[in-house]
């Protein structure tokens, strides 16, 4: 049987692997790939366009359908500026808890899966298991989608596709959904003295962002209350995370830039909800340009995940349900890659150790204790698998 320190070494490995999103991760698929190549019965990796990322696709057991797709995430957000007291790259143990960057989103859940290699490979699988680990989750789930279209091209088609975020061992059965934008506002500099003689990007920026509060207002005036197992909040938020601009304060700035993300339930149509905002980006371009061809106010979309719309007792729920005893209806706010494979026609759910609190914060951790609250979890997975 699996140990839980065996879980905890692999964990320890894969947090040593910088994998913030903004650089590579083939250092870890590499040593991922070592690692299940005597276990597996395929192993594929998917790189990206440069080449300086992949995914990677594991089967093992028999080239046959119905299996389960444990899926994961291999990158982690940055620990710039944040305040940790002990090494980022380095797990470290203190009173029960596992200190690291990704330890609990979501490198905890992939430790799990790889720890068992092993135990799948030996259980005299019927139906097999798959690992699926991306890259740039963390920015959009921009990076999955080759991989999944990839999984539902395959002749022996998985059954449904279980992803290990952390949410302290309970089934989340939907999600929200994540449009995220940058905005570029493009002025004409002139001295603070004679604004007249040129376009503040700052200022039309304001306006824009002004705008962009409109909405988010307006959505929570209308939002409705929480029902059992729905979303909280019970409506789609709008929020800005990112504003730049200018050069000092006695110059009309030539340019602005922000970033903001929509977040949906499935019944909301983001490109309604921003209709109004459209508008106001194209009343502002159009006086911006005015000022000469290089003048503007452009969008750009970067991400768009679909939200996972909650089948309650469907196939990928259920079957999580059995595994973890779970009885509760949940959804959450956040996006996953569960709405990716959804709407290709795999079910899925959400379900892992730790918690989402702990995501992206400074001295993320994990407790040991939900890495073993996983290992009985895997073996009633390969039993099922055996059938």
């Not at 300086?52 to 797709?69: F, H, Q, S």
């Amino acid at each position: 049987m699996t140990s839980v320190q065996a879980v905890t070494d692999t964990l320890s490995r894969l947090v040593a692997f910088d994998t913030t999103s903004r650089g590579s991760n083939l250092e870890l698929i590499d040593w991922v790939e070592d690692q299940v190549g005597p276990f597996a019965s395929m192993v594929r990796r998917l790189p990206n366009a440069d080449g300086g990322k992949a995914n990677l696709w594991v089967r093992i057991g028999p080239d046959a359908p119905g299996g389960v797709v444990l899926s994961g995430h291999t990158d982690v957000v940055p620990v710039d500026g944040q305040p940790w007291t002990s090494d980022p790259w380095t797990l470290t143990e203190r009173g029960g808890r596992l200190y690291g960057r990704g330890s609990s989103d979501m490198k905890g859940f992939i430790a799990l899966a790889l720890a068992h290699a092993g135990a799948f490979a030996g259980a005299g699988l019927k139906r097999p298991v798959h690992l699926a680990l991306s890259y740039d989750e963390e920015i959009g789930c921009a990076g999955v989608t080759p991989m999944i279209e990839e999984i539902a091209r395959s002749s022996a088609a998985p059954a449904l596709v279980w992803v290990g975020e952390p949410t302290l061992w309970g089934v989340v059965a939907g999600h929200k959904g994540i449009r995220t934008h940058e905005v570029v506002v493009t002025g004409h500099e002139a001295h603070s003295s004679a604004p007249r003689k040129g376009a503040s990007a700052i200022h039309e920026a304001i306006g824009l962002l002004h705008g962009l509060m409109e909405i988010a207002a307006k959505l929570e005036r209308e939002a409705g209350d929480v029902e059992p197992g729905g979303f909280d909040p019970p409506h789609a938020t709008l929020t800005v995370g990112v504003l730049q601009g200018g050069t000092a304060g006695n110059i009309l700035a030539r340019r602005c830039r922000f970033e903001f993300d929509l977040r949906c339930r499935p019944e909301d149509d983001p490109d309604l909800i921003l209709a109004p905002f459209l508008d106001q980006l194209a009343n502002a371009d159009a006086r911006l340009r005015r000022w000469g061809e290089a003048c503007g106010a452009r969008m750009t979309r970067h991400a768009d995940a679909p939200p996972l719309r909650p089948e309650w007792d469907g196939p990928a729920e259920r079957f999580l349900r059995e595994l973890t005893g779970d009885n509760a209806r949940r959804t959450a706010a956040y996006a996953t890659e569960a709405g990716q494979f959804d709407v290709r026609h795999i079910p899925a759910a959400v379900c892992g150790p730790g918690s989402i609190e702990q995501a992206h914060q400074p001295d993320e951790w994990i407790a040991v204790s939900e890495l073993e609250r996983g290992l009985p979890l895997m073996a009633r997975l390969i039993d099922r698998l055996r059938m």
